[in-house]
């Protein structure tokens, strides 16, 4: 089985700041995929970026990157220079190597960003 | 490029009626398809997942159900609807296989209120 905690419901960062966002995760499977997706009010679910259980480097995209600490089972999402486009909420999810391409999801983070 | 459409965009129906939500994919082949439902402020929840056409499965026991009658068509259904139905349905595509690096693909959500 699979699970994601994300233990921060909400979260404010000041414009032009940087903001982390926690993601732990636990799995049994030896190789997975780990994936933030962005929901604005909106709702639609936008992907921001993909980190592989073997990679060696952390994932970067943009203003996005990924902290990934193997041995502490966390993916926390950073966001540089946030703007005000920037608030919504967060989730973290992950894929195992051993559940056919199924997603679990954290139960998200709302940020904030106050200009 | 690939575009996901999912109809309606909002729904309010009486308890005990039928329901039927649709989404389609254009621009692949073979896709794995999802259903997902959000409640207010919380994660997805996986409700279905296909693989190809007939082929469902079923992550959560309820009175909803799945088809996939085409390649790229994904349809949601229940035949009476419970308050506890409400919530916002996504749809998800992700390219067909097991690969970890994939990402899904989503739609823009039908939010559905049982009344």
């Known amino acids: 089985a699979q699970k994601i905690t994300q233990t921060q419901p909400g979260m404010f960062v000041q414009e032009k700041e940087a903001v982390t966002l926690d993601c732990t995760y636990d799995?049994?499977?030896?190789?997975?995929?780990l994936f933030w997706y962005k929901q604005p009010s909106s709702g639609e679910m936008i992907f921001l970026i993909y980190?592989?259980?073997?990679?060696?480097q952390n994932a970067t995209e943009g203003r996005y990157s990924l902290n990934f600490q193997k041995a502490r089972k966390s993916a926390n999402l950073v966001i540089s220079a946030s703007q005000l486009g920037d608030s919504a909420m967060y989730f973290c999810?992950?894929?195992?190597?051993?559940?056919?391409?199924?997603?679990?999801f954290g139960d998200g983070t709302t940020l904030t960003v106050k200009p | 490029s690939q575009t996901i459409h999912q109809w309606p965009a909002t729904l309010v129906q009486p308890v005990g009626s039928p329901l039927s939500l649709e989404c389609t994919v254009e621009?692949?082949?073979?896709?794995?398809l999802y259903w997902y439902r959000q409640a207010a402020g919380r994660g997805l929840q996986l409700l279905f997942y296909?693989?190809?056409?007939?082929?469902i499965s079923s992550e959560v026991p309820q009175n909803l159900s799945a088809s996939r009658p085409q390649d790229r068509q994904f349809i949601l259904s229940s035949k009476k609807l419970l308050l506890s139905d409400s919530g916002f349905y996504l749809c998800?595509?992700?390219?067909?296989?097991?690969?970890?690096?994939?990402?899904?693909?989503f739609g823009p959500g039908t939010r559905l209120t049982v009344t």
């Open positions: 998800a595509w992700r390219r067909p296989g097991t690969g970890l690096t994939y990402e899904q693909y």
């Open positions: 799995t049994s499977d030896p190789s997975y995929g």
């Open positions: 980190q592989g259980s073997y990679d060696q």
């Open positions: 999810a992950m894929i195992g190597a051993t559940n056919a391409g199924k997603s679990t």
């Open positions: 621009g692949t082949s073979n896709p794995n």
């Open positions: 296909s693989v190809g056409i007939g082929q």
